[in-house]
């Protein structure tokens, strides 16, 4: 696991699922830039997940900024121009760092 991050110059989730909220807090505690698109919030499979006026995250919406405060003065929310949840929840890399792509 902490081998195979150390090694991504970003982490990317397309509607990943239950995996959405693991891929950002893996790219918090690695310092790794991410993008994730969120789809479903599953709010009866993670009932501990709480807005910061503890709010049960129950809605798309709650999601959204659930997943945006993990690190509100790095992560940002935006759109895609595509159809559907088009919303992307993500952060920079951070100035100075570059991203690097092993020879083939």
């Not at 910061?52 to 659930?66: E, R």
């Amino acid at each position: 696991g902490a081998a195979l991050i150390a090694g991504c110059a970003l982490l990317v989730g397309m509607h990943p699922d239950e995996a959405t909220e693991p891929i950002v807090d893996a790219a918090i505690r690695h310092g790794k830039p991410f993008a994730v698109l969120p789809c479903c919030v599953f709010p009866t499979a993670f009932p501990f997940r709480r807005l910061a006026s503890g709010k049960p995250v129950t809605t798309y919406a709650d999601f959204l900024v659930y997943l945006r405060d993990k690190d509100p003065h790095t992560i940002e929310l935006g759109r895609l121009p595509v159809e559907g949840r088009n919303c992307v929840v993500f952060r920079r890399a951070r100035p100075g760092t570059t991203a690097t792509v092993p020879a083939q």
